[in-house]
């Protein structure tokens, strides 16, 4: 029995949507992110990155930085733009790419929930990150980037989101990156409260994207149980349908303790390779992973008589190549901790990504092929985990574009 609740959003005025809206800071570029920084002064960005052109600066993730961001964010707000809503509210958000639409519901998610198991989570967090966010709640008091969960189809929730669709949406502009983004405020608490028991109906909810952000959520909680507000963390709420799943690939910097040939004769034992044409390489399956190496393509697929005696887990994509190829050959035991490897979401792998991987010596990528979200439930419904950056997951919704404060 779900417990989702609506808010009062802190969010941008309609004239103003477009240009304060970001996406999360991390998936910009050094050289775009300056740019935004500089053309336009509405942007989100500047919250997150508050000493943009100042001759002083804080060290990252401190107790100082944090204070810096809470009080561009109050400037924000005193500057109008920024309104809260008077009645809590529903959000009906709607995301169109050029490739698919997703549509769902911003509200606030319970914090119990999660701790009891009922929202589930299928990667395990880093502790270090859970603080790092914690601390930036104690201090901000806010959250900007919903964590997205989804859930089993319902009748229900669709009907009311269809019907609210209809309407004029408070919020339609579109973005640099060829997204089409709409919200529709629900505020009838008649509705309201339809939605919140349509909810209660559901009884398993699963954490596509934001682990660290849910987990850090529990801990704020831990330390504010005073305040209502704190037994809840900014959501974005989408059937399992409708959820779109991108493979996160390994870029490791170096082969140690190896050289050419013997990594080679190591992936011999559990591999079938073969060697690409010039153009890049995709696996078809999830017995078969992409490798870039030393400027040339191969395909690796695990032998079939490997397979007969693992388990679920261990036939995962993602895990087939922590466990034969990064734990066993390249000594990578904790991809938590070990900095030599980098994770890009199939997404954002380009020709940047190959030209960095040439520049190293002996370095490589390995191409992994999507998840399914049958596979994450059945991973989070068996109370296990998978790899860490084992999925990059859309949608994605912009910062700052319903706010969450404590």
Not at 30 to 50: C, D, G, M, Q, R
Not at 194 to 208: N, Q, S
Not at 348 to 357: G, H, R, V
Request: hydrophobic share 35%; with cysteine.
């Amino acid at each position: 029995m779900a417990d989702i609740v609506p808010f009062k959003a802190v969010r941008p005025k309609r004239s103003k949507v477009h240009l304060v809206s970001s996406r999360p800071y991390y998936t910009y570029e050094k050289s775009h992110l300056k740019a935004k920084l500089e053309t336009n002064p509405y942007s989100f960005l500047h919250v997150i990155n508050p000493e943009f052109k100042k001759n002083h600066g804080t060290k990252p993730n401190s107790i100082e930085r944090f204070n810096l961001v809470k009080d561009q964010y109050e400037k924000f707000k005193t500057n109008n733009l920024f309104i809260q809503d008077e009645k809590s509210s529903f959000y009906v958000y709607k995301q169109t790419t050029p490739s698919a639409e997703f549509t769902g519901i911003i509200a606030g998610a319970s914090v119990l929930d999660y701790s009891n198991g009922l929202i589930k989570k299928h990667e395990n967090t880093i502790l270090k990150r859970e603080n790092l966010f914690k601390k930036y709640l104690d201090v901000c008091h806010f959250h900007a980037e919903p964590v997205l969960l989804s859930y089993a189809f319902n009748d229900e929730i669709t009907n009311i989101i269809s019907s609210k669709k209809v309407e004029r949406p408070e919020y339609e502009f579109t973005t640099t990156d060829n997204k089409n983004h709409e919200l529709w405020i629900i505020d009838d608490p008649v509705i309201i409260e339809k939605l919140v028991e349509a909810f209660k109906k559901v009884d398993k909810i699963y954490i596509a994207d934001g682990h660290h952000r849910a987990s850090s959520s529990k801990l704020y909680f831990e330390g504010h149980q005073h305040k209502q507000s704190s037994k809840y963390f900014l959501s974005f709420l989408v059937d399992t349908k409708n959820v779109h799943i991108i493979e996160f690939n390994r870029l490791v910097k170096n082969i140690f303790p190896h050289n050419t040939d013997t990594l080679f004769k190591a992936l011999n034992e559990n591999f079938v390779l073969s060697e690409g044409e010039f153009n890049e390489v995709s696996p078809s399956n999830k017995r078969e992973i992409g490798m870039y190496f030393n400027k040339k393509w191969y395909l690796l697929t695990i032998k079939k008589e490997l397979l007969k005696n693992l388990s679920f887990k261990q036939k995962l994509n993602s895990q087939l190549v922590s466990d034969f190829i990064l734990k066993s050959i390249l000594n990578i035991p904790d991809l938590r901790k070990d900095k030599r490897v980098e994770f890009i979401s199939g997404m954002d792998t380009n020709q940047n990504t190959f030209s960095k991987i040439d520049k190293l010596e002996n370095g490589m990528l390995l191409k992994l092929f999507p998840h399914t979200m049958d596979e994450i439930i059945q991973i989070a419904d068996s109370g296990e985990t998978m790899p860490p950056k084992s999925t990059w997951i859309e949608p994605k919704i912009r910062s700052g574009v319903t706010i969450y404060e404590y």
